[in-house]
């Protein structure tokens, strides 16, 4: 496949961590042809904020999608450095396999902090064009305030949530 040259415009994840077990491997095929045609479109540069849920999963698709695309550049946005020492050893592993595969990591804080969260989807807003979501249209909680301020700021959505 040709892939259109234009300039490298980074594409950032959002998206709920509880995602239905039985709806999984169809959004992970989402995701990959997403993926896909945005980086037919010249983006090669995918920015996660490395959350339990959609995160990962995107994280893991781009990933697998370097067998094919091999300049496609993962970039992970950590909150702050131990963001994963609440989970479980399962989650951890993964959470770390992925650090370890992806192409640059980016610690906006060493310590954790009241508002962290919502600074890391900031910082990928500031420096996105494009916003891939796993929105379900409730007005709470981090997914919501990303996709809001996303929209605020006229950057292109592509919600992958269908119910």
Not at 83 to 109: F, T
């Amino acid at each position: 496949m040709m892939k259109t040259v234009m300039s490298n415009e980074k594409v950032a994840f959002t998206g709920h961590r509880s995602i239905p077990f039985a709806t999984i491997n169809v959004l992970r095929q989402r995701i990959s042809d997403c993926v896909e045609n945005l980086y037919l479109s010249g983006k090669t540069e995918y920015l996660c904020g490395m959350a339990l849920g959609f995160d990962l999963l995107c994280a893991e698709v781009v990933l697998s999608l370097k067998k094919r695309f091999p300049d496609i550049r993962l970039i992970c946005v950590l909150p702050y450095r131990a963001q994963s020492e609440m989970w479980n050893a399962m989650q951890r592993a993964r959470h770390s396999l992925i650090l370890d595969k992806a192409d640059e990591v980016i610690v906006l804080s060493e310590e954790y902090f009241h508002g962290c969260f919502l600074r890391r989807n900031d910082y990928m807003l500031k420096i996105c064009s494009t916003v891939v979501a796993y929105y379900d249209g409730k007005l709470q909680g981090g997914t919501y305030y990303t996709f809001k301020k996303a929209r605020e700021n006229r950057l292109r959505l592509i919600n992958l949530y269908s119910s």
